[in-house]
């Protein structure tokens, strides 16, 4: 036996059944859109925090460790809020701030934007929604921004770290069907998104109090990309179009196995 033989648990996915294999492709298409809409989200809610509209390393670092010169609100109005109001309301909230957030100020100029623009959805009914009923609400959020708190990144990181596995034992579990050569590359491949995980999940507590780890967390993130991609297309294309390499093929034959 040459060192390139098959294990003996290995099955490439042409030995499965056909039920499996539609099952898999059925998989990989709705967990593919899923993927796609995540990173949507991620981008809609982290963009454009430091002024620029792509996502950057200094987003993340707001996001998670604040910024030194602006308030939460004003975070908010720049990021993911920003499609809530015209730019000149925004401006006309900001400049409130800037001025010394002043109760007189507020009653004439900003409560009518807040009460237009914000309250349908952050009247204080929502206990994940920042409350901007009334002035002394509003100023709690005109503080400077500290960033992601603690306990919302521990519900975010247990949600993650469940749902992530899950997605990616399933992912892994599919592509293990694959054939590729050497084995080594293949294991690396399966690794890649679960210590990407833990370093993701860690990094944003870490960004909080050394700003550079918002590096780790933008390089883990890219590199689960990169992993779900590369297993994706891989499995795609060996379930239904690739042409079976000689070790499988000669086994297939010997054992007389039907594929059906
Ligand atoms: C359609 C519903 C909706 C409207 C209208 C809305 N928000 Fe939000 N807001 C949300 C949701 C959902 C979140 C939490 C998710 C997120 O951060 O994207 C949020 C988060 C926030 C946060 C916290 C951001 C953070 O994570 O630090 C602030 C501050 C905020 N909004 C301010 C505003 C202001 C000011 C307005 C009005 C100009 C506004 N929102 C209008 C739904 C809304």
């Excluded at 809609?44 to 030194?68: F, M, P, T």
């Excluded at 967390?217 to 079976?244: D, E, H």
């Amino acid at each position: 036996m040459s060192q390139h033989a098959p294990h003996r648990l290995y099955l490439h996915f042409q030995e499965l059944p056909y039920s499996i294999r539609t099952l898999f492709t059925g998989t990989l298409l709705v967990l593919g859109c899923g993927y796609i809409f995540a990173m949507i989200y991620v981008f809609e809610s982290h963009a454009g925090r430091d002024g620029n509209a792509s996502l950057s390393v200094q987003d993340l670092i707001i996001a998670y460790s604040g910024s030194k010169t602006d308030t939460q609100l004003e975070a908010a109005l720049k990021g993911p809020m920003a499609s809530m109001l015209s730019v000149k309301e925004a401006n006309t909230i900001s400049g409130w701030i800037h001025a010394g957030v002043s109760k007189a100020e507020f009653e004439s100029n900003v409560a009518a934007i807040i009460e237009q623009r914000c309250t349908a959805c952050h009247d204080g009914t929502n206990p994940h929604l920042p409350n901007l009923n009334g002035y002394e609400n509003v100023i709690k959020t005109a503080q400077l921004d500290k960033g992601a708190d603690l306990f919302s990144l521990v519900r975010v990181s247990h949600i993650h770290l469940f749902g992530m596995t899950f997605i990616f034992f399933i992912m892994s579990l599919i592509f293990s069907h694959a054939f590729l050569r050497p084995v080594w590359l293949k294991c690396l491949v399966v690794a890649t998104p679960f210590v990407s995980i833990m370093l993701d999940v860690f990094s944003w507590y870490l960004t909080k109090v050394f700003e550079p780890f918002a590096w780790v967390v933008m390089i883990s993130g890219g590199l689960m990309g990169a992993a779900f991609a590369y297993m994706w297309i891989v499995s795609m294309y060996q379930l239904w179009f690739y042409k079976l390499p000689k070790e499988i093929a000669d086994r297939l034959q010997s054992e007389a196995r039907t594929i059906g």
